[in-house]
């Protein structure tokens, strides 16, 4: 296992995802109906402008990596491409459901929910996996730290403090 100076390396942080559990919304998504689209027309711009690059950075350039250093594809990574399927699908919906000017108290948990997982899964399993098995100088050449810097102001090696559970779009 890989470490640096005798410790464990510090968590892979996902600084696009971390936007939307860092800032608090100054809405719920329990709220009334007007909320819940606000809640939902945010989230959904999000994840246009800023998440879906995420993901597809992840997809194209991260995972292809990290697998060329194992046998096969660890249960963590299976996980965390299922779950970039199902966020893709519940923004899709969400749109919808913006568009329409209804959305549901329940969709909103659930994205909510699906999104805190995910964050977790790689926080936890995927990024300190990959952390271990690929080389420094592969992940620094992969550039993604220096975009999502600028995004962000984050950088991709820095642990970040976390609220526990989210429930809903109110991820505070």
């Known amino acids: 296992m890989a470490t640096r100076g005798g410790e464990l390396p510090p968590p ?6 971390l936007h939307l559990i860092e800032e608090e919304p100054s809405y719920a998504a329990d709220g009334d109906a007007s909320a ?5 027309r945010e989230f959904v711009e999000f994840f246009k402008n800023d998440e ?15 697998l060329r250093h194992v046998g096969s594809q660890p249960a963590p990574l299976r996980q965390a491409r299922l779950q970039h399927v199902q966020l893709e699908g519940l923004a ?3 749109e919808i459901s913006v568009a329409a000017g209804i959305v549901e108290r329940g969709r909103l948990d659930a994205v909510g929910e699906l999104l805190d997982a995910h964050i977790r899964l790689e926080e936890r399993q995927l990024f300190p996996l990959i952390e271990q098995l690929v080389p420094d100088d592969e ?10 810097v ?8 820095r642990p970040a403090s976390r609220p526990s559970r989210a429930k809903g779009l109110d991820l505070t």
Not at 36 to 40: C, K, S, T, W
Not at 139 to 148: I, K, V
């Open 139 to 148: 992940l620094g050449r992969l550039g993604l730290a220096s975009r999502d």
């Open 92 to 94: 899709l919906t969400l």
């Open 12 to 17: 892979f942080v996902c600084p696009s995802c």
């Open 52 to 66: 879906r690059v995420h993901l597809r950075d992840e997809e194209e350039e991260l995972f292809p990596l990290f």
């Open 150 to 157: 600028t995004c962000e102001g984050r950088d991709l090696r």
């Open 36 to 40: 819940r689209l606000a809640a939902a």
